[in-house]
T-cell receptor
Framework: DQQVKQNSPSLSVQEGRISILNCDYT??????FLWYKKYPAEGPTFLIS?????DKNEDGRFTVFLNKSAKHLSLHIVPSQPGDSAVYFC???????????FGAGTRLFVKA | NAGVMQNPRHLVRRRGQEARLRCSPM?????VYWYRQLPEEGLKFMVY????????ESGMPKERFSAEFPKEGPSILRIQQVVRGDSAAYFC??????????????FGNGTRLTVT
């Protein structure tokens, strides 16, 4: 059961442009959403999160948008840098629940 | 290094052998999670433990897999009689509180298990 879906396995963007990574979820109980970034041979690292009471959260070059009615969230990176090249995982959880559910990831390539 | 420590980084086992994966959570963290990443797939939840207790093992296969987080020492993920399909990267994560409190997870660098 894929409760969190990232339908784009990969994305290629020119340095300096905007990267938009998308994520859809099916479980309406999810009320907390996170993005993690993963480099090869390393574990995922937390990037940014958003609660379902908000529709936008911004941290430097990273902004996450949440559309609850569409059960969709997106991560915007602007401007994109070559060091942003990594796999990005979307994740979701339920307040009071026991586990965080991850999507399959999107591999971002930022070309210099 | 005060991060989540996993060892070994790489583990090779023949079919039928046992694999033991260890995880020391970040200092002050009492919640441990194990995830598995199969090739070209995302992270699949396996088990959530607190000290001496398994809280949720809904993602762990019922046979051959077990996990523990004793009062003293690291958390252990144990796979008995390994098969080729167990080959994957196993990630441990910890948090100061359960994910139900919306604490982000802190991951280790994983153990890559190869079954030959």
């Amino acid at each position: 059961d894929q409760q969190v879906k990232q339908n784009s396995p990969s994305l290629s963007v020119q340095e300096g442009r905007i990267s938009i990574l998308n994520c859809d979820y099916t479980n309406s109980m999810f009320d907390y959403f996170l993005w993690y970034k993963k480099y090869p041979a390393e574990g995922p690292t937390f990037l940014i999160s958003i609660s379902s009471i908000k529709d936008k959260n911004e941290d430097g070059r990273f902004t996450v948008f949440l559309n609850k009615s569409a059960k969709h969230l997106s991560l915007h990176i602007v401007p994109s840098q070559p060091g942003d090249s990594a796999v990005y995982f979307c994740a979701a959880s339920v307040t009071g629940g026991f586990k965080t559910i991850f999507g399959a990831g999107t591999r971002l390539f930022v070309k210099a | 290094n005060a991060g989540v420590m996993q060892n070994p980084r790489h583990l090779v086992r023949r079919r039928g052998q046992e694999a033991r994966l260890r995880c020391s959570p970040m200092k002050g963290h009492s919640h441990v999670y194990w995830y598995r990443q199969l090739p070209e797939e995302g992270l699949k939840f396996m088990v959530y433990l607190q000290k001496e207790n398994i809280i949720d093992e809904s993602g762990m296969p019922k046979e051959r897999f077990s996990a523990e987080f004793p009062k003293e020492g690291p958390s252990i993920l144990r796979i008995q009689q390994v098969v080729r399909g167990d080959s994957a990267a196993y990630f441990c994560a910890s948090s100061p509180q359960g994910t139900g409190s919306n604490s982000p997870l802190h991951f280790g660098n994983g153990t890559r298990l190869t079954v030959t």
